[in-house]
């Protein structure tokens, strides 16, 4: 059970997969109902309903018949999460969460705290003490939800992982060719306080100051945003640099893999960050020279040990410095990189999974 999903469950290692679909749409009435009741209650009769949903298969499910039950969340709602209170599946799961929640809780966000928030942390906060174990993809976001919910239970931490074997990679169709030796590529989305302009102008700066930059490179934007057209419109006057939509997986990892030579990631203009990017253990998988444009304090500049793929997200120069030495050393060597040690390896995966599951 799940949200919609990218890759093929064929390709899944996995003994048997049952999917449920769940029925999130609410009723005329349920709306009408809820908008009057959040009033006045400030929780959310719609949130209740969806979770019953998803809460539903949930209770089919036998506990006797398992040791242990990983539980991903769910989007930015954590709902598969929420509809384990008061199932007998709760004392054997192991939850995962791959964001701060409630979203609050978020280093990159700038709302205030609300009731809402209150609620939700309460809720989940019943949550977490009864489950079997918790779990995160970045230490530091471990620490932090380990604090937030006042538990006597350690959060361990188990990074994202990447396996091609498990995804169709088939589709081409709609892999851009480079057109210079040097091809720049960011894949992805703007959202929770990323900046792109920050990189692009210093990039323009490039392209103004050498002229080697200019003959020789490009920078490909695969971009998930609302301002699309605002980024396209501001960058219009330059040639080397192409502003273009998101692609499935599929075709953005064969674009990334056979005509990217340089990979950009972004993170938030906050001083601190406490996530892992998802993306992060394929870039690892490609052995490219990256650039990771990160706050002050992340998980990122704990795996990244080598300075020269690192910079400050809101540091303009120091972007241009690192960019630009990337760009001049790559033009001649292109040989693999290892930017993030092994911490995306088969090996870390393995220790991190039996220090979980250890008995203690």
């Known amino acids: 059970m799940s949200y919609l999903h990218s890759y093929d469950s064929d390709f899944l290692k996995v003994d048997h997969i049952t999917i449920h679909r769940v029925k999130t749409k609410p009723s005329l009435g349920l709306k009408i109902l809820n908008a009057i009741y959040r009033r006045i209650f400030i929780k959310s009769l719609y949130k209740t309903f969806v979770i019953n949903q998803y809460k539903k298969p949930i209770t089919k499910i036998h506990p006797e018949e398992y040791d242990l039950v990983f539980v991903r969340s769910s989007g930015l709602d954590y709902e598969t999460i929420l509809a384990l209170k008061g199932t007998r599946l709760l004392a054997k ?88 030796p040097i091809s720049i590529s960011y894949h992805g989305g703007l959202q929770f306080g990323r900046n792109v302009d920050i990189v692009l102008d210093a990039y323009v700066n490039l392209l103004k100051t050498y002229p080697q930059i200019l003959v020789q490179s490009e920078f490909v934007l695969r971009l998930k945003s609302a301002e699309n057209t605002r980024i396209k419109q501001k960058y219009k006057a330059f040639e080397n640099i192409h502003i273009l939509d998101t692609l499935d997986f599929s075709n953005s990892a064969n674009e990334q893999m056979a005509q990217a030579d340089i990979l950009i990631i972004l993170e938030s203009t906050s001083d601190y960050s406490n996530i892992l990017l998802g993306k992060t253990p394929f870039i690892a998988s490609l052995s490219k020279p990256v650039l990771a444009l990160l706050p002050r304090d992340c998980e990122l500049r704990s795996i990244i040990k080598d300075n020269r793929y690192l910079a400050r997200s809101t540091n303009q120069k120091d972007i241009e410095s690192k960019l630009k030495a990337l760009i001049e050393n790559t033009l001649y060597n292109k040989e693999k990189t290892n930017v993030f040690g092994d911490y995306f390896g088969e090996q870390h995966f393995q220790k991190k999974i039996k220090d979980m599951l250890s008995i203690n």
């Open 93 to 180: 799961a192991i939850i995962n969460f791959h964001d701060p929640y409630p979203l609050i809780f978020d280093a990159s966000g700038s709302k205030p705290l609300t009731k809402k928030d209150l609620i939700d942390w309460k809720q989940m906060y019943k949550i977490v003490q009864k489950a079997y174990k918790c779990m995160t993809p970045s230490a530091l976001l471990s620490k932090d939800l380990q604090l937030i919910y006042g538990s006597q239970k350690k959060f361990y931490t188990l990074p994202h992982q990447y396996d091609p074997s498990v995804f169709n990679l088939t589709n081409t169709t709609q892999v851009r060719k480079k057109q210079k």
